[in-house]
């Protein structure tokens, strides 16, 4: 079956760097979503990545191994605000999007 | 502004009451899709429309119907509510190629059934 398997949780300081990991066992594969969603609020897109690398788009960046099956986001100079999900999610072969559950993300002071 | 438009936000229903969630998008996107969104699980699609008149199920479909009469407007059917179906619900749109492209989230609708 398919599967993508992100942390349940994960606790960071403000100011630092957190990294939130992405692995995935897809039919095929044609690119990865991050998404971040705050708490009773909707999904907003953060990033997508079909070639292997790093995509740096200002405090955020994603990285993508297509070989590995492995994708992070790396959040930098955490702020309070960045405290919601991150959703991970892989567009397989048949172009359907696959979600992960989430990775609830808490930033202390 | 360019948004996604859920109606209600909030309902709580008994089992067996007909209802309908509205969705709207005033971006001419192509794509819409509805998605249900339960704790520890990933966001699971229901239905979704490549373009008018054209749909297909999702990975959740039972128990849930849709229509695509319109570009703008694409709104959930539930005939026979069950318990099983509270959940948070979400629909999405984008420009054109589906879920290769940036997809838009409605605020959700928070769904109860009794």
């Known amino acids: 079956g398919q599967n993508i398997d992100q942390p349940t949780e994960m606790t960071a300081t403000e100011g630092a760097i957190v990294q939130i990991n992405c692995t995935y066992q897809?039919?095929?594969?044609?690119?990865l979503f991050w998404y971040q969603q705050h708490a009773g609020e909707a999904p907003t897109f953060l990033s997508y990545?079909?070639l292997d690398g790093l995509e740096e788009k200002g405090r955020f960046s994603s990285f993508l191994s297509r070989s590995k099956g492995y994708s992070y986001l790396l959040l930098k100079e955490l702020q309070m605000k960045d405290s919601a999900s991150y959703l991970c999610?892989?567009?397989?072969?048949?172009?359907?999007?696959?979600w992960g559950a989430g990775t609830k993300l808490i930033i202390k002071p | 502004e360019a948004q996604v438009t859920q109606n209600p936000r909030y309902l709580i229903t008994v089992t067996g009451k007909k209802l309908t969630v509205t969705c709207s998008q005033n971006?001419?996107?192509?794509?819409m899709s509805w998605y249900r969104q339960d704790p520890g699980l990933g966001l699971r699609q229901i239905y979704y429309?490549?373009?008018?008149?054209?749909?297909d199920k999702g990975d959740v479909p039972e128990g849930y119907k849709v229509s695509r009469k319109e570009k703008r407007n694409f709104p959930l059917i539930l005939e026979s509510p069950s318990p099983n179906q509270t959940s948070l619900y979400f629909c999405?749109?984008?420009?054109?190629?589906?879920?290769?492209?940036?997809?838009?989230f409605g605020p959700g609708t928070r769904l109860t059934v009794l």
């Open positions: 999405a749109s984008s420009i054109a190629g589906g879920p290769v492209d940036t997809q838009y």
């Open positions: 999610a892989v567009l397989d072969s048949n172009y359907q999007l696959i």
């Open positions: 897809t039919s095929g594969f044609n690119g």
């Open positions: 971006m001419n996107h192509e794509y």
């Open positions: 429309s490549m373009n008018v008149e054209v749909t």
């Open positions: 990545n079909v």
